[in-house]
């Protein structure tokens, strides 16, 4: 039953995250690459200030999967970077703890371009 309710909490906030990013789409006229940039940055504002742990305790994945978990990922990176290697430290940290995200996710779109064919979408 414990996991069946973690499961039920991921999914929750996970569908929340999309829900408000749908709202967001069909309301405003903001664009989705819009979008993707202001959790990225509700990502990093989280992890700066500290917010963005406890509140992945208790969400785990429906938080840490989305692009505000990355957020977050960069924004740690570029704190622990900045304390121990000073300002170039803070793009050093935050690239070093994102590589593996950001490298999947370009080999994967490479691999699928292969796979499919690519064409714009018809209006």
């Known amino acids: 039953m414990d996991v069946f309710l973690d499961y039920l909490i991921v999914f929750g906030v996970g569908g929340l995250i999309c829900l408000i990013g749908q709202i967001l789409i069909i309301r405003t006229k903001i664009t989705s690459a ?25 969400a785990k994945a429906g938080i840490t999967v989305p692009i505000i978990g990355f957020g977050a990922s960069l ?45 714009s979408k018809k209006s």
Not at 37 to 53: H, K, P, R, W
Not at 84 to 92: D, M
Request: glycine share 14%.
């Open 34 to 58: 819009r979008i993707l940039v202001l959790f990225e940055l509700i990502g990093v504002f989280l992890g700066a200030v500290g917010l963005f742990e406890p509140i992945a305790e208790f």
């Open 75 to 119: 924004a740690k990176g570029a704190i622990e970077g900045a304390k121990t290697e000073g300002i170039l430290g803070v793009i050093k940290g935050g690239l070093s703890a994102t590589a593996a995200g950001v490298a999947a996710a370009v080999t994967f779109a490479f691999v699928f371009a292969l796979i499919f064919k690519a064409r």
